[in-house]
């Protein structure tokens, strides 16, 4: 079964830091991109930020960038966000989420997994 | 960063009804290179991931009804339910992969009316 499984989510205060990681399983994990998307409570979905195959091509959104870093380790099929100077707006549920590919072409981000809860308050 | 605007922002439709959500884009997401519109669509039920639905404006992902569609090109694009049933109660979301920055809409949210 294709799955991404994120965790490392918690209480945190602000300023302060946590790692998210996601472990995926059922597809070959090294040929696949991945984002990271997060949803604050009862709000939309917010991309956060991608990474390609090898980890040389990274994305931020603005919102982020500065703050948090994203990385992977192919080998031990996993995806993670560090997460800095944390404030009280990271505050959500974030996501893991395949870049989906057909002849090469994105389509979308077609496996997620179901989440990692941040709560950033003091 | 481009800039995704659905509409409504929340749709009441009786079961068995058509139930349409607009997404407009702030600037073309048609790719030229494979004449391909680079918008995705989205659905989320309550306490669970979002699920892609349609990509390339048009294409139903593997294993979503047909009675789910999706139509449009350049800036605006269209997610049809053709006969609404119970199980389609949840937010549905557009996105736009053609920047390297993706965006999302703001949601729209289906209930039965």
């Known amino acids: 079964e294709v799955q991404l499984v994120e965790s490392g989510g918690g209480l945190v205060q602000p300023g302060g830091s946590l790692r998210l990681s996601c472990a995926a399983s059922?597809?070959?994990?090294?040929?696949?991109?991945l984002n990271w998307v997060r949803q604050a409570p009862g709000k939309g979905l917010e991309w956060v930020s991608y990474?390609?195959?090898?980890?040389?091509?990274?994305y931020y959104a603005d919102s982020v960038r500065g703050r948090f870093t994203i990385s992977r380790d192919n080998a031990k099929k996993s995806v993670y966000l560090q997460m800095n100077s944390l404030r009280a707006e990271d505050t959500a549920v974030y996501y893991c989420?395949?870049?989906?590919?057909?002849?090469?072409?994105?389509?979308?981000?077609?496996?997620w997994g179901q989440g990692t809860t941040v709560t950033v308050s003091s | 960063d481009i800039v995704m605007t659905q509409s409504p922002d929340s749709l009441a439709v009786s079961l068995g009804e058509r139930a349409t959500i607009n997404c407009k884009s702030s600037q073309s997401v048609l790719y030229s290179s494979n004449n391909k519109n680079y918008l995705a669509w989205y659905q989320q039920k309550p306490g669970q991931p979002p699920k892609l639905l349609i990509y390339?404006?048009?294409t139903r992902e593997s294993g979503v009804p047909d009675r789910f569609s999706g139509s449009g090109s350049g800036t605006d694009f269209t997610l049809t339910i053709s006969s609404l049933q119970a199980e389609d109660v949840a937010v549905y979301y557009c996105?736009?992969?053609?920047?390297?920055?993706?965006?999302f809409g703001q949601g729209t949210k289906l209930e039965i009316k």
């Open positions: 059922g597809f070959t994990f090294s040929t696949y991109s």
């Open positions: 996105q736009q992969f053609y920047r390297t920055t993706n965006t």
């Open positions: 390339w404006a048009s």
């Open positions: 989420a395949r870049d989906g590919r057909v002849g090469g072409y994105p389509y979308g981000m077609d496996v």
């Open positions: 990474i390609s195959t090898s980890g040389s091509t990274i």
